[in-house]
């Protein structure tokens, strides 16, 4: 039968076989003619049910509307059932409490050891106020009081989930998290702002830094070098705003990138390669895209009888080398006066006998030094900057240079980036919450006035799947590498080659 319900074939009256027979939109039809013109709706499957053809524009457009038609309204962290009723307890406890406590020793004691202390004290007030906890609520009240007094409140939760990776506090009744690339909202509240502002001050005061309105932004870290941003009002209209980019405890490796998917098991070993030969690598990508993670798996290639130089802002960079010396910038003092910056850093990094200086981000006139320093025998050396492709990046850096006060020619800018730059990584964070390395890029050398690069590993977008997950693929383009006489010094030329090809 053909599709529309008549033999194929030539007729018996011996012309053409006809591709279709007009029916009447009403009344029964025989059986013998093939059944009816028109299934009924019901029957039909949806767009994409049953391996159907895929949704079309009629379903985007329908998401486009749905999305318009969501409130807008910023959502609450306030918290309900158990934990709401045991921060209602700690807030009638802890006054009476911290009467009966000497601070000072207090501060001495580790969280296990003061826990210990508390509890037969928490039990005495608790008997005071009349009120009866069960075991599991006096465990819970007993963590909420030690978390207040030593850690940073009601963050300690958050931070000790190894699943969350970035922690914003927007204000004592808006917290939100993120979880496998997706953000949510988070069961957590602060009591007032003056709350939320004391944690903020406990963070910021344990690296020497400061915030308050005449200095109402700083950057910090914590103990377990989590990188952390605070911002206060005036400047932010909702409260005080806590950033805080989780560091993970278990180092990263390449391997383990590629056995997560962001890159290939050949980006892998040519990525492994350059860090070893001693390639002058940039790492491109926008916030939250991976570029630390990458160079902290970089770093692992470094080897071990070299001396490493880092210089960050906020030191977050956790090198798996014996011989690494961490370097920070310092904030300007009330009086605007002992301000450090990367660029005073990066020069007297030079006068340090390192062998490889890597920076954490490079935002300023801070670019030229670190070039100069690529390419005066710091073979080696690294950075991340913020760009959304590796020819975006090369523009950046000439863009940095040119905004500082060397006055140097554009072409003499852009000769000094091709002799010092060998690769580019670019890494990016896809709409689905994955980091994927996008790019790896060679800086062969000058053309004119252009910087002719070269691209090794590309990943293409092929589809999304049904759960909402990008799929792809990482491409060798199959180029012999222009660093191939690099790696060859270190005795690495012919895997290079075969893992680019």
């Not at 800018?413 to 996008?438: E, F, N």
């Not at 004119?448 to 909402?468: H, N």
């Given at each position: ?6 033999r ?53 457009m ?18 309900e059932g ?18 009966r406590?000497?601070?000072?020793a ?8 003061l ?5 037969p ?14 075991r ?13 007094l030593?850690?940073?409140g ?42 939320l ?20 932004l700083?950057d ?9 941003n ?25 391997d ?11 980006m ?22 991976g ?57 007297n ?6 062998d ?56 003499a ?13 670019q ?30 590993f ?6 999304e799947?049904a759960?909402?997950k ?5 491409r ?18 012919q ?7």
């Amino acid at each position: 039968m053909s599709a529309f319900g008549r033999r194929s074939g030539v007729s018996t009256s011996g012309q053409r076989p006809a591709f279709g027979v007009a029916r009447p939109l009403h009344g029964a039809v025989p059986a013998e003619q093939g059944g009816s013109q028109f299934p009924p709706i019901d029957d039909l499957p949806f767009p994409g049910e049953n391996g159907s053809a895929p949704a079309g524009p009629s379903d985007a457009m329908a998401r486009l509307a749905s999305r318009q038609e969501a409130s807008g309204e910023a959502g609450s962290s306030r918290q309900e059932g158990f934990d709401a009723s045991v921060h209602k307890i700690k807030e009638q406890v802890l006054p009476r409490l911290l009467e009966r406590i000497d601070p000072e020793a207090a501060a001495t004691l580790s969280k296990d050891e003061l826990a210990e202390e508390f509890r037969p004290i928490i039990g005495e007030v608790l008997a005071e106020l009349k009120i009866t906890l069960n075991r599991r609520e006096q465990f819970a009240l007993e963590k909420v009081l030690v978390d207040e007094l030593l850690g940073l409140g009601p963050l300690e939760e958050l931070l000790n989930d190894p699943l969350i990776t970035d922690i914003m506090v927007n204000g004592p009744d808006q917290t939100y998290i993120e979880k496998k690339g997706k953000l949510e909202i988070a069961p957590i509240t602060f009591r007032d702002e003056e709350h939320l502002f004391q944690i903020a001050q406990r963070i910021v005061s344990k690296v020497g830094r400061r915030v308050d309105q005449t200095t109402p932004l700083a950057d910090a870290r914590l103990m377990d070098g989590s990188r952390v941003n605070v911002i206060v009002p005036p400047l932010s209209l909702k409260g005080t705003a806590i950033s805080i980019r989780k560091f993970s405890a278990k180092p990263i490796t390449l391997d383990m990138m590629a056995g997560f998917g962001s890159m290939s098991p050949k980006m892998a070993t040519a990525l492994k390669i350059a860090g070893a030969s001693r390639f002058n690598i940039v790492i491109s990508g926008g916030t939250g895209s991976g570029k630390t993670t990458m160079l902290n798996a970089l770093s692992k290639m470094i080897d071990p009888g070299e001396r490493v130089i880092t210089i960050e802002d906020a030191a977050e960079l956790r090198l798996q080398q014996p011989h690494w010396l961490p370097l920070e910038t310092r904030p300007a003092n009330l009086e605007g006066n002992g301000q450090i910056s990367i660029r005073d850093l990066v020069v007297n990094a030079l006068r340090m006998r390192p062998d490889r200086i890597i920076l954490g981000e490079i935002r300023g006139s801070e670019c030229f030094d670190m070039l100069a320093a690529m390419n005066t025998g710091h073979d080696g050396s690294m950075c991340t900057l913020h760009s959304n492709s590796p020819r975006e990046a090369l523009a950046r850096m000439e863009n940095m240079v040119m905004m500082s006060d060397i006055k140097v020619p554009k072409e003499a800018i852009s000769r000094q980036i091709a002799d010092s730059v060998d690769m580019i990584i670019q890494v990016k964070r896809l709409r689905d919450g994955s980091r994927r390395v996008t790019n790896i890029t060679e800086v062969i050398g000058m053309e004119g006035s252009v910087i002719v690069t070269q691209e090794l590993f590309k990943f293409e977008y092929l589809d999304e799947s049904a759960d909402g997950k990008i799929v792809g693929e990482y491409r060798a383009m199959g180029l012999r590498p222009y660093t191939l006489d690099k790696a060859r010094q270190f005795g690495f030329d012919q895997p290079f080659l075969e893992s680019c090809l």
